[in-house]
């Protein structure tokens, strides 16, 4: 019988970064492995039963979560990048602490510090993207902000020349850091970003189905495909106060601009008043409460796990960030998705492509009309009962686990991206 593995799963990001790979640390322990999570200390609370290891602190992450230039299109995704290559120290220093051999390391998208040092150890790598926009295409065009809406009907010469582009300023920006990095750990530099960076690892899975962003001819070889990252256990129970207000009144909308969002006042004006305009019960999530008092109607909490909230619940306007969307997906009810940046944008138009609701502007005009366009009865329930389905079909934690066996074990069986690539 096979010795249990010891794996260390690096997260980089916000709570939808850190939730899939608790996901699969559960699955890995449910079979007999031995998961480490290493993560900022504010997610420690999803990490219950599980051993995990901190990486910065509380304050460190308030700090970035603070900035506002962290929620605009284009800055935003600059100072997720600045705060990644400021913290590659970091990280190398709290994976080297641990002192422990690992037969696997797991990563997100941005998590390159321990992908280099998993690499340097000759440790094999797990690289799992969450968003469809990692894996850019022709074919299947990433939205990364309105602007870019131009290029959905462009020619396929002209999206390469964008992709170009964009690779001549993210190499600029983002490899000499990234290469010192690699060079002190005696690591050959990259040559790309794209094709080497966001692909790093001795193998690459994606956590969204092929119904939600279908596989491309174009993408790099070798690229495994799962489900959403969501339980098929039941969900944790809901709060005593929150439970008792759900039951005294018809199903409410839930209003959430992301976990990590410290700056929502202006979107719970927007929430209060576009809920009141179509005479729908509202629920306000999020960190900071709302600096008004709140009517009967309304109501707030801090965090609730929407695994168990969005049954009960008629509909979500949220920020598009893609565990939510999973979720929702998943609960069969419809969406209103008010993006701010990063992958937002690109998950608002698939949405929406898929019949499964609405985008708007975070106005209280717009978002006070979509939201009455949304509710009306039946116009979405086709489209959002498919999607259900389909998400609830798709559950394949078994096969990412299986996939995460073989790698650990078998790491020359599967091409890294490098080799592929060269």
Request: aromatic fraction near 10%; include cysteine.
């Amino acid at each position: 019988m096979p010795r249990p593995l010891r794996i260390l799963l690096v997260p980089f990001g916000s709570e939808g970064d850190v939730n899939p790979l608790i996901w699969l640390a559960h699955g890995l322990k449910d079979r007999g492995h031995s998961p480490v999570l290493l993560l900022t200390p504010h997610y420690a609370h999803r990490a219950a039963g599980l051993e995990w290891h901190p990486i910065g602190t509380e304050e460190d992450f308030l700090k970035l979560a603070s900035d506002p230039d962290l929620w605009k299109p284009f800055k935003g995704t600059l100072r997720v990048a600045a705060a990644m290559t400021g913290s590659l120290g970091a990280f190398r220093s709290a994976f080297c602490k641990l002192g422990k051999q690992f037969d696997l390391v797991v990563t997100t998208s941005f998590s390159f510090a321990a992908s280099c040092v998993a690499e340097a150890a000759g440790i094999p790598r797990l690289m799992l993207h969450l968003q469809p926009v990692c894996m850019r295409s022709v074919g299947d065009f990433p939205v990364m902000g309105d602007e870019f809406r131009f290029f959905l009907g462009a020619p396929d010469f002209v999206k390469r020349l964008l992709f170009q582009s964009t690779d001549l300023v993210l190499d600029h920006a983002l490899l000499p850091p990234l290469n010192r990095f690699r060079k002190d750990l005696g690591l050959r530099p990259w040559r790309g970003f794209y094709r080497e960076a966001l692909m790093s690892g001795d193998g690459v899975g994606l956590l969204y189905p092929g119904w939600f962003a279908p596989p491309q001819p174009d993408w790099p070889p070798g690229v495994r495909q799962f489900g959403f990252p969501i339980s098929s256990q039941p969900g944790r129970e809901l709060p005593s106060d929150l439970a008792a207000w759900l039951d005294a009144g018809e199903p409410p909308v839930v209003w959430t601009h992301g976990s990590a969002n410290l700056h929502v006042g202006e979107f719970q004006g927007v929430a209060v008043a576009a809920s009141a305009a179509a005479k729908a019960r509202a629920l306000l999530v999020s960190k900071v409460p709302p600096s008004t008092p709140l009517g009967p109607g309304v109501f707030h909490c801090s965090h609730v796990a929407f695994e168990s909230l969005f049954p009960k619940c008629r509909a979500v306007v949220h920020h598009a960030g893609i565990g939510t969307v999973a979720k929702a997906f998943h609960a069969g009810i419809p969406q209103l998705a008010i993006p701010l940046a990063h992958d937002q944008f690109d998950n608002a138009a698939r949405i929406t492509r898929l019949g499964a609701g609405l985008r708007c502007r975070k106005t209280r005009r717009s978002a006070t009309n979509a939201l009455k366009h949304l509710l009306e009865a039946g116009r979405f329930h086709e489209s959002v009962q498919r999607c259900q389905a389909l998400a609830k079909a798709d559950q394949k934690l078994a096969e990412l686990c299986d996939f995460s066996e073989n790698l650990a074990r078998h790491p020359r069986l599967i091409s890294s991206p490098e080799k592929r690539l060269a």
